[in-house]
Each structure stands twice: as structure tokens, then as C-alpha cells.
């Protein structure tokens, strides 16, 4: 069967550390791979969007990997400050480019 | 804000009523999805529109669900007797085309009593 598996357990750093969130998946082969941030109470926000032919995309603070042999995705924030601290969510693109597909995301805290 | 709108932010209502939920993609956007999510999951893909012709519906829409999205701009999720079981938050978003990141709205908390 499809998953998209993210670490369920909240992920507890100190300020000033790197992040590092992972998404796993099987019986997919997307095209792209989206990370979204997630407040309580409010819609996803996108962040970052990966091809299956990057390997690896920044923005800012922000890293992303894609192995697609692993079928794996690496999510990092460096430099992490509290307000970075949501629920990050993985989507694969399917279905054409037609939906996303979520994975069930991971709760980061940084701590001061 | 040109963002994604959603009304109502909060709808309570009594099991076996009808309700609506409209949605104002962003306005260069010709893709508009609907998505459902529960506490402690992602979200779940129900629907999307290509301008105003939807394309595709998930198995989780059941017959009680109607989707439209008249003229290519505002879509309405509609939900005829409601049960307990689709209390969610209801989330829309809109896309320039496929393959390309999606906007989400605030969404819309659903509670069915």
C-alpha cells in the first residue's frame, strides 16, 4: 500500500541548532516533493518545492533533500529560532500534478 | 490580502443539517482543490477544479458532498446531512496550473453535534 511516513514524535531542539525532519515513502514516484509549515488552528503554508531530478534545493535557512532510491526527503532548518517551531508536513505531488498527497507532518519545538 | 479566503472560520451545526462552505482562490489562479483534515493527520485530498470544471473527486466524497466552482472563480463545498463523522477542518487551495505549490486558506472548522 501508499504511505508517507513523518516522525509522529515532536521533534525538541535549543535554539541555535539545525532541525532535521524526515519524510519516507513507498509504492510512489512523485515527480515533486513539497514541505509545508503548519500553525495550530491555520492552513499549510508552502515552503519548498523539490523536482526528482534535485537533490537538494535551499532557501534561506532552509535545506531540502530528495533521494528518490531511498525515497527519502530530508527537511533542515539551521540557525532554528522559536518561531520556527510548527507542525511540518510533507506532500508528495500525484495523481498528474493533480493532488497533494500529505504525509501526517511533525510537531518541531525550539527551545530557548 | 490577495490570499486564499474561506467563510465561515467556524461553522457548529446539528447532525442531519445542510451546510456550505464558499472559498475566493486567488484570483490569477485557474486551480482550485478542496481538502479535509483531522486532528493530528495531513490533509486529505477531496477535490479540484480546472477553471470551473472539476476533474477529479476522491472516494472520501461521498454522495452527501457537492463541490462547484460556477464561472472559474469562488467554489462552494456543500455537505447534505451532516454526520458526526465529518466534523474536520475544511481547507481550500489554489494553484497557476498543475505541478506548481499550492495556497491554502485558513480553512473552515466544521463541528457536527
Known amino acids: 500500500s501508499q504511505k508517507i511516513e513523518q516522525n509522529s514524535e515532536a521533534l525538541n531542539i535549543q535554539e541555535g541548532k539545525t532541525a532535521t525532519l524526515t519524510c519516507n515513502y513507498t509504492n510512489y514516484s512523485p515527480a515533486y516533493l513539497q514541505w509545508y509549515r503548519q500553525d495550530p488552528g491555520r492552513g499549510p503554508v508552502f515552503l519548498l518545492l523539490i523536482r526528482e531530478n534535485e537533490k537538494e534545493k535551499r532557501k534561506e535557512r532552509l535545506k531540502v533533500t530528495f533521494d528518490t532510491t531511498l525515497k527519502q526527503s530530508l527537511f533542515h532548518i539551521t540557525a532554528s529560532q522559536p518561531a520556527d517551531s510548527a507542525t511540518y508536513l510533507c506532500a508528495l505531488l500525484t495523481g498528474g500534478g493533480n493532488k497533494l498527497t500529505f504525509g501526517t507532518g511533525t510537531q518541531l519545538k525550539v527551545e530557548l | 490580502d490577495t490570499g486564499v479566503s474561506q467563510n465561515p472560520r467556524h461553522k457548529i451545526t446539528k447532525r442531519g443539517q445542510n451546510v456550505t462552505f464558499r472559498c475566493d482562490p486567488i484570483s490569477e489562479h485557474n486551480r482550485l482543490y478542496w481538502y479535509r483534515q483531522t486532528l493530528g493527520q495531513g490533509p486529505e485530498f477531496l477535490t479540484y477544479?480546472?477553471?470551473?470544471?472539476?476533474?477529479?473527486k476522491s472516494r472520501l466524497l461521498s454522495d452527501r458532498f457537492s463541490a462547484e466552482r460556477p464561472k472559474g472563480s469562488f467554489s462552494t463545498l456543500e455537505i447534505q446531512r451532516t454526520e458526526q463523522g465529518d466534523s474536520a477542518m475544511y481547507l481550500c487551495?489554489?494553484?497557476?496550473?498543475?505541478?506548481?505549490?499550492?495556497?491554502f486558506g485558513p480553512g473552515t472548522r466544521l463541528t457536527v453535534t
Open positions: 477544479f480546472q477553471n470551473e470544471a472539476q476533474l477529479e
Open positions: 487551495a489554489s494553484s497557476l496550473g498543475g505541478f506548481a505549490e499550492q495556497y
